[in-house]
């Protein structure tokens, strides 16, 4: 199935991501669900829990490699990390606070882990050290909501043109792309999620001249959300 760029598809990503041919997507850059269940008791209007969350997707990694001829970012969380093929890289996303989680007997989580997968066309634009400091979204669209410029740092240190997020969510990665004239496929599989995403696309306009005098997101320091 060839999709077509600049779209958003609401379904199954596992269906839909092994209908798609080889190398038909330059980069994939995605959040899926960890495996943990995730819906946060500490928000007054909950989230919908996260469908899919019972465990990682680790059946689609071979896919994820089989159709982006550039690479592959994929978030996970630190147990993640023994699940899945070892990375060339592995980023941290460093936040401007820590989870809840276990007040007496764990460690405040202060980071998330980015899986880097470089695929046969990759070649750096800008090549970024493996920490990122990103201030947090406060998660007002999403349960898991990542920062539009941490997703624009990722896609700005790297070659490639057409970027796939086949979880989607509110959309946030497909908002860096736009800003950053980059084509996207965005898949969700909530329609709530999905009708966010294209919401926040078709309001998303960005003027050329701010995009051109602003400045590379500060690595290694702290950045703020647009």
């Not at 500490?42 to 059946?59: Q, S």
């Not at 990542?146 to 990722?154: A, I, N, S």
């Not at 989607?168 to 990665?173: I, P, R």
Request: contains cysteine; hydrophobic residues 35%.
């Amino acid at each position: 199935m060839n999709l077509e760029k600049n779209k958003t598809y609401l379904g199954d990503c596992f269906e839909i991501v092994k209908s798609m041919p080889n190398n038909s997507v330059d980069l994939i850059i995605t959040d899926p669900p960890y495996g943990m269940n995730f819906q946060s008791n500490f928000r007054k209007e909950k989230h919908l829990k996260i469908k899919g969350d019972d465990a990682f997707p680790l059946e689609l990694l071979n896919e994820f490699f089989r159709i982006a001829k550039n690479g592959v970012y994929i978030f996970c969380r630190w147990d993640n990390l023994k699940e899945l093929p070892k990375p060339k890289s592995c980023l941290a996303w460093v936040k401007n606070n820590w989870s809840m989680g276990d007040l007496e007997h764990e460690h405040g989580r202060q980071w998330e882990a980015i899986c880097f997968y470089p695929q046969d066309g990759h070649k750096f634009i800008k090549r970024i050290p493996d920490v990122i400091k990103c201030n947090r979204t406060g998660n007002n669209l999403h349960p898991t909501e990542k920062p539009v410029d941490l997703m624009r740092t990722l896609i700005k240190a790297n070659n490639g043109q057409l970027i796939l997020d086949p979880f989607m969510g509110s959309g946030t990665t497909l908002i860096a792309c736009k800003q950053l004239q980059r084509d996207y496929i965005g898949i969700e599989i909530e329609e709530k999620y999905f009708n966010i995403a294209n919401k926040r696309l078709s309001q998303n306009t960005l003027n050329w001249s701010f995009e051109k005098n602003r400045s590379d997101t500060e690595i290694g320091g702290v950045v703020k959300d647009e």
